[in-house]
């Protein structure tokens, strides 16, 4: 089965590209390509950001679309990936406002996906988009594939997608979605994907919200899209 890889950012995209290519460092990729490594490495990070002309140039070298690396959409079916790659489970769904008994609800295995690359495939998982609440960047049926934030020794990074678990009655009932971690004043928020009037509201990472613990789970690595 077929999936298009709708990753993130361009920067995340394109350090994707440029790792299946061969190119371990970035600075190797810069030196092949034939441009300053702070510009490169710039348009990895998103401390810069890169246009047409230079995803042209991206394109080319690292064997992807232009479209994928600048939208993350249409063009990449997995095409420059030289490796089976291994399967993972998709033991659940995100579905803000959702709660479910964890005894009854969303357990066992759904489906399975292609693992990320690069990334033991024991520290993955997966869950399948239900409802409007990342419907920004992902459709319902649309297939999340995670780092678990334990096992990998997650350490949150501004921009991150990462699924976060609300879990009330001491853990009886749970809530998952994905939010967009952001840096603020405060500490880190998590910050909704969705044009949903009923999902515009940030979650403050400390711990509770009314109540509820809060937690973030996992590290959104890849949106599995099929065509």
């Known amino acids: 089965m077929a999936y298009f890889v709708a990753m993130g950012t361009r920067g995340e995209r394109l ?3 440029r790792q299946d290519a061969g190119f371990r460092y970035a600075a190797d ?3 092949a390509l034939g441009i300053p490594y702070p510009t490169y490495a710039g348009h990895e990070n998103g401390s810069r950001k890169f246009e047409a002309d230079e995803a042209s140039v991206y394109a080319r070298k690292f064997k992807v679309s232009v479209e994928w690396l600048l939208t993350g959409k249409a063009g990449n079916v997995l095409t420059n990936v030289t490796a089976p790659l291994a399967t993972i489970n998709v033991i659940g769904t995100i579905r803000a406002g959702l709660w479910q008994d964890v005894d009854v ?3 066992g295995v759904y489906d399975t996906a292609p693992a990320a690359p690069n990334v033991p495939p024991e520290w993955q998982y997966a869950f399948r ?6 419907n920004k960047i992902a459709n319902p049926g649309d297939i999340l594939i995670c780092l678990d934030a334990v096992k990998s020794r997650y350490d949150m990074q501004d921009g991150d997608l990462v699924v976060v678990e609300r879990s009330r009655y001491s853990g009886q009932m749970v809530e998952r979605t994905a939010k967009r971690i ?6 880190f928020e998590l910050w909704p994907e969705s044009t949903d009037p009923a999902f515009q509201t940030p979650i403050v990472i400390d711990g509770k919200e009314n109540g509820d613990e809060v937690s973030v789970i996992a590290k959104v690595l890849w949106i599995l899209r099929k065509p």
Do not use: I, N, Y
């Open 29 to 31: 990729a810069a030196r």
């Open 15 to 17: 350090k994707r590209a």
């Open 182 to 187: 952001r840096r603020s004043a405060a500490g």
């Open 105 to 107: 609800g969303d357990s």
């Open 129 to 134: 988009v239900e409802g409007t609440s990342l």
